[in-house]
């Protein structure tokens, strides 16, 4: 694989962190894939950083009550003057558009984090037709302009799950894919010591870069 350019991503002093939040969206309109060369083109996919010295951590967030979680998240960030990219579902455990959740984006996106895709529904798109695939990625790129102004460059497929359909619609939409090499295991409920050991032991093998998967909706990720 070719070297991938991390200079959209956003950086931070010594960390270019991509943090994979999951949120939810509300437009319920589906986009058409486009018919055209355009759509033939494959996404980038980002699996490592380039950039020497830095970590990418990404946090996958579901906006229900958990996603409290994000203002320690961003707190902690700011300590450190480090900037972040969340990841958002649409309508999974909750819906983007719910009071409480656009607030929450918009502290993200206000606190200068960079904002991304997780599609609307954290539906498995190897699994949809190509229609189904447009409108998972357009419906929450609609709510993330609707909520911030912002338009999402990056998606993260659910499960890290994507083919050649996938790709193709990604690329028609200007948009990099965006998966990681190390899985904190917060998702699966490891302890924060276990978490720590798995940093050190990728540090270890990948001593210059790391591409972290962690999810905000776990107090051990905050």
Same mark, same amino acid.
Request: proline residues 4%; neutral net charge; hydrophobic residues 40%.
């Given at each position: 694989?070719?070297?991938?350019?991390?200079?959209?991503?956003?950086?931070?002093?010594?960390?270019?962190?991509?943090?994979? #939040?999951?949120?939810?969206?509300?437009?319920?309109?589906t986009?058409?894939?486009?018919?055209?060369?355009?759509?033939?083109?494959r996404?980038q996919v980002?699996?490592r950083?380039?950039?020497?010295?830095?970590?990418?951590?990404?946090f996958?967030?579901?906006?229900?009550?958990?996603?409290?979680?994000?203002?320690?998240i961003?707190?902690? #960030?700011?300590?450190?003057n480090?900037?972040?990219?969340?990841?958002?579902?649409?309508?999974?455990?909750g819906?983007?558009?719910?009071p409480?959740?656009?607030?929450?984006v918009?502290?993200?996106?206000?606190?200068?984090?960079?904002?991304?895709?997780?599609?609307?529904?954290?539906?498995?798109?190897t699994t949809?037709?190509?229609? +189904?695939?447009?409108?998972?990625?357009?419906?929450?790129?609609?709510?993330?302009?609707?909520?911030?102004?912002?338009v999402?460059?990056?998606?993260?497929?659910?499960?890290?799950?994507?083919?050649?359909?996938?790709?193709?619609i990604?690329?028609?939409? +200007?948009?990099?894919?965006?998966l990681?090499?190390?899985?904190?295991?917060?998702?699966?409920?490891?302890?924060?010591?276990?978490?720590?050991s798995?940093?050190?032991?990728?540090? +270890?093998?990948?001593?210059?870069?790391?591409?972290?998967?962690?999810?905000?909706?776990?107090?051990s990720?905050a």
């Open positions: 694989m070719a070297p991938i350019d991390n200079s959209n991503i956003a950086p931070a002093s010594k960390f270019v962190v991509v943090v994979a #939040l999951v949120v939810f969206a509300f437009s319920c309109t986009a058409q894939a486009r018919p055209s060369l355009e759509m033939r083109q996404a980002i699996t950083c380039t950039v020497p010295g830095t970590a990418a951590l990404t996958t967030a579901h906006d229900d009550i958990r996603s409290c979680f994000r203002y320690d961003t707190a902690t #960030l700011r300590r450190h480090a900037t972040a990219t969340f990841f958002f579902n649409g309508d999974n455990y819906c983007i558009y719910d409480e959740n656009v607030k929450r918009k502290h993200a996106y206000d606190q200068g984090h960079q904002v991304a895709s997780h599609t609307w529904s954290h539906a498995d798109l949809l037709s190509g229609d +189904k695939v447009s409108g998972e990625m357009q419906r929450l790129d609609q709510a993330i302009e609707r909520i911030t102004g912002a999402p460059a990056f998606i993260r497929p659910p499960y890290g799950n994507y083919n050649d359909r996938v790709l193709q990604a690329a028609g939409r +200007k948009q990099s894919i965006v990681w090499d190390l899985d904190s295991g917060d998702s699966v409920g490891a302890a924060v010591s276990t978490q720590k798995r940093y050190i032991q990728v540090v +270890k093998r990948h001593p210059s870069t790391i591409l972290a998967l962690n999810h905000e909706v776990h107090s990720s």
